[in-house]
């Protein structure tokens, strides 16, 4: 709804410039922006319909996602579960496994990048953690049925 509610403070969107414009030094900047990405967070948290052990997942998926040798038992010692029970409560409660979730945020996140035309394609690949440029068009046409430059051009269009 567009406010945000910390311990102190109800942050409505449309003011927030005007509460970093207040900031007399970095030091209340920093700490405007923290307690802000701190309520939201906790926000977050509270409409997730996933358990703290699934949403820290999804998070620890999205920052290492460019890593090409990342695989459920690197995430499984991260949340400190075996791969198999852990494979089994991810599924249970995203309908999907760790692998079609990896796999699937890595080609939409790299759906973003290739529409944002700031990098080049072997970029992305490495950003998005495919082993390769070439793999990455492969993956990248068997699912849109376009290479990334023809999705990169039929977007600017």
């Given at each position: 709804?567009?406010?945000l509610m910390t311990?102190?403070k109800?942050?409505q969107f449309?003011?927030i410039?005007?509460?970093?414009?207040a900031?007399r030094?970095m030091?209340?900047?920093?700490?405007?922006?923290?307690?802000?990405c701190h309520?939201?967070?906790?926000?977050?948290e509270?409409?997730?319909?996933?358990?703290?052990?699934v949403?820290?997942?999804?998070?620890?998926?999205?920052r290492?996602?460019?890593?090409v040798?990342?695989?459920?038992?690197e995430?499984?010692?991260?949340v400190?579960l075996s791969?198999a029970h852990l494979g089994?409560?991810?599924k249970?409660?995203t309908g999907?496994?760790m692998?079609q979730?990896?796999n699937?945020?890595?080609?939409?996140?790299?759906k973003?990048l290739v529409?944002?035309?700031?990098f080049k394609?072997a970029d992305?690949?490495?950003?998005?953690?495919?082993a390769?440029?070439g793999?990455f068009?492969?993956?990248f046409?068997?699912?849109?049925?376009?290479t990334p430059v023809?999705?990169?051009k039929k977007?600017?269009?």
């Amino acid at each position: 709804g567009g406010v945000l509610m910390t311990a102190d403070k109800v942050y409505q969107f449309h003011e927030i410039e005007i509460h970093l414009n207040a900031c007399r030094s970095m030091q209340e900047v920093k700490h405007l922006l923290l307690s802000m990405c701190h309520a939201y967070q906790k926000e977050a948290e509270e409409v997730s319909p996933y358990s703290h052990v699934v949403r820290t997942v999804l998070s620890y998926i999205s920052r290492h996602c460019s890593n090409v040798d990342l695989d459920i038992r690197e995430i499984a010692d991260h949340v400190h579960l075996s791969a198999a029970h852990l494979g089994m409560l991810f599924k249970q409660e995203t309908g999907r496994t760790m692998k079609q979730y990896l796999n699937d945020y890595r080609l939409e996140l790299a759906k973003r990048l290739v529409a944002g035309e700031h990098f080049k394609m072997a970029d992305i690949a490495r950003m998005c953690g495919y082993a390769s440029p070439g793999y990455f068009a492969k993956v990248f046409k068997t699912s849109t049925g376009l290479t990334p430059v023809e999705y990169r051009k039929k977007r600017c269009e």
